[in-house]
């Protein structure tokens, strides 16, 4: 006979009954559409097209040449690139990043397919990039899935591009003078490094270079990909082994120059569409599955350094609040920096004047124990300014101050023996960099995360639990005068049952989404959209980028349907409740 424990909660009855469709499940994530001229002059290309089986450490990789008939390579009003993908069968979420030129532009994942089949699509605004897209170049999608028995689900997939030519309307693009990568430069596989240990690489720029602005890439992956949920090491034993992971939730993206932190980011946790509970991420994706957010700094205070024309070492690496500040295996990182010159072609002279920053935010971590519960907190502030003179051959000078002032708040609830394992966290702050008191990069943010994770009943076959998710990305951002600002305001709420068993695996969800964005041009768009079991039953839109025809919603029949077996913090597997509760009091005595 089964040893059976169930939890009993005052909530709706537990259906287990999933849905599954007639017709092809359309996926999106919630977002803005690119802000581009709409009635502009277009030219749009393949730029590939394959379908990803047994693709692991096999990218797809092909020749860029620029189009001419939208205006000369680099004059564009805008470009985007549009990727679309099909799948069907049983398979994992797949991280996908495209590379060109040495450089990543693009961070996105595949959310996870039914037997019926998925599609999706997402249209992202890469203007930022053109001068990558106006010469000639590699270009690479990195998409490592794995075809086995009880995983046969393949992505076929085609990327487009998109250019509008420039007018008197819409204007040539502001853009830098040119982007140099901070990435592994291998042009043979996608060029994100895995961290710890720290990543490094030597960097030498134009000697009149006057402004540099730097964007990052950052995701966790394996023991880190729910890095929020990540144990500190101090009560890592007050659990049962496998609850969840060390290193603690805290997690401090930063940039160096020869050793000195040049600045710093928190990173939004985003939630792929195989985590925690898959049934809440279908159809609309977590925000950030499909376009993955990046973190802008102002390096232009190193500009003096690097005007010597030598080479300087430019690490990037991801730290906790530990003692020792090491995490787990394993981030991506790569990033890029938009550089400037002056059109002289004088060499830069000036100096940083001040420099305020200590190498690691200031963090503290305690806990409450009792009865069957484990509360631990972790909070973290950093704050950091550096000051700088920029004077440019022509004889300018530039009186840059970047300064960030950061918060960061976890606390995970593990009560009742572990069968309810919360998260309540608040990533927070502000970047500001002035030259001559003009803001020139701003980020102001806010990143609130809840999840409740309570287990209802426990077998030796099979787990079955419940699930809920009040995640919110709140952003105001200026990447650099070129580039285009946006305030994006964006709240998700899911509930769902998952229930995980050796006989298949089935579960149900509801997601409610509100959205807003607003851009320095005047662009607006809003959206509210409801789903339920996996149909959309209310969705408005509007605002000036806004659409009268949303995307098509399809109507489902019950039908039991197989997903794969989610991924859960500290990769936990079916264990009995016997065993749960012998672990329990084991570290306990």
């Known amino acids: 006979m089964l040893f059976k424990f169930k939890v009993f909660v005052s909530l709706v009855a537990v259906t287990l009954t999933a849905f599954a469709s007639a017709q092809v499940l359309v996926d999106f994530q919630v977002a803005e559409p690119p802000p581009v001229p709409s009635d502009a002059q277009t030219c749009t290309m393949t730029i590939l097209e394959r379908t990803f089986g047994n693709s692991y450490g096999d990218p797809e990789i092909v020749q860029y040449t620029p189009p001419t008939d939208c205006g000369e390579p680099g004059s564009w009003a805008a470009v985007t690139l549009n990727f679309t993908a099909t799948s069907n069968g049983t398979q994992y979420d797949r991280l996908g990043i495209f590379t060109f030129q040495n450089t990543e532009i693009w961070r996105t994942s595949t959310p996870e397919p039914t037997y019926k089949g998925i599609i999706w699509t997402y249209t992202k605004d890469v203007t930022r990039y053109i001068p990558l897209f106006s010469k000639p170049g590699t270009f690479i999608l990195e998409l490592d899935n794995i075809v086995e028995v009880g995983l046969d689900g393949q992505y076929a997939t085609i990327l487009y591009a998109t250019f509008y030519s420039a007018s008197e309307k819409y204007p040539t693009a502001g853009q830098s003078n040119l982007i140099v990568p901070i990435s592994t430069m291998l042009n043979s596989t996608a060029e994100e490094a895995s961290v710890p240990p720290a990543f490094s690489l030597n960097v030498t720029l134009p000697q009149n270079t006057v402004e540099i602005y730097a964007e990052l890439y950052a995701s966790g992956n394996s023991e880190e990909e729910f890095w929020y949920y990540n144990t500190a090491d101090k009560y ?15 997690r401090e993206l930063r940039l160096l120059v020869d050793g000195q932190v040049a600045g710093v980011a928190f990173p939004y946790a985003v939630i792929f569409t195989g985590g925690i509970n898959p049934s809440v991420w279908r159809p609309i994706t977590s925000y950030g599955a499909l376009d993955l957010p990046t973190y802008f700094l102002d390096m232009t205070p190193f500009a003096p350094v690097f005007a010597d024309g030598l080479p300087h070492n430019v690490s990037l690496d991801v730290v906790s609040a530990e003692t020792n500040h090491t995490l787990n295996q394993n981030w991506y990182v790569s990033g890029l920096l938009q550089v400037v010159v002056d059109p002289s072609g004088k060499p830069t002279t000036g100096k940083i004047t001040s420099y305020d920053v200590q190498p690691y935010a200031v963090t503290e971590t305690t806990a409450a124990m009792g009865g069957g519960d484990v509360n631990i907190t972790v909070k973290a502030q950093r704050s950091l300014r550096i000051e700088a003179v920029i004077i440019s051959g022509s004889g300018q000078e530039n009186n840059v101050i970047f300064q960030q002032n950061l918060g960061y708040i976890n606390t995970q609830y593990y009560l009742n023996y572990t069968y309810t394992q919360n998260v309540a966290q608040i990533s927070s702050g502000s970047v500001l960099s002035t030259h001559n008191g003009v803001p020139t990069v701003v980020d102001n943010f806010e990143y609130p995360l809840y999840i409740n994770m309570s287990y209802l009943e426990i077998t030796d076959t099979s787990e079955l639990f419940y699930t809920t998710f009040d995640h919110s990305y709140n952003r105001q951002v ?64 509007g605002g000036s980028l806004g659409t009268t025809s949303p995307p098509p919603s399809f109507s489902f029949a019950p039908n039991a349907q197989n997903v794969p077996a989610a991924r859960l913090p500290g990769g936990k597997h079916l264990k009995s409740t016997m065993e749960i509760i012998t672990s329990w009091f084991i570290v306990q005595c």
């Open 236 to 250: 890592i034993g007050n659990l049962p082994p496998d609850t969840t992971y060390r290193g603690g939730p805290f």
């Open 478 to 541: 200026v990447p650099a005068p070129f580039i285009l600002g946006s305030t994006i305001s964006e709240r998700q709420q899911t509930a769902g049952y998952l229930n995980i068993s050796v006989a298949g695996n089935t579960g149900n969800g509801t997601s409610n989404n509100t959205f807003t964005y607003t851009d320095t041009k005047g662009s607006t768009y809003y959206r509210d959209v409801d789903v339920a079991y996996n149909e959309i039953t209310h969705d408005q839109q």
